[in-house]
């Protein structure tokens, strides 16, 4: 995900800025710049092919949950 870090960088954020501006821990973040990616997104990345749908309608439930406990 070195677009992650190029496009937090075109945004003038920090990685602490973003993760309070997502919720996402500074430590994934560091993760996820440094190409250390947990099996989950690889796993979303052949849903994604082989259900020929949308990251959209993959996570609408999550992000509604997420929403709901707000």
Do not use: A, V
């Amino acid at each position: 995900m070195t677009n992650l870090k190029n496009i937090r960088d075109s945004k003038k954020l920090t990685q602490e800025e973003l993760s309070n501006l997502t919720n996402i821990p500074i430590g994934t973040l560091r993760d996820w710049e440094q190409k250390k990616f947990p099996k989950q997104i690889i796993y979303l990345i052949k849903l994604k092919e082989s259900l020929n749908c949308s990251y959209e309608e993959l996570l609408l439930q999550i992000e509604q949950e997420e929403n709901n406990e707000k």
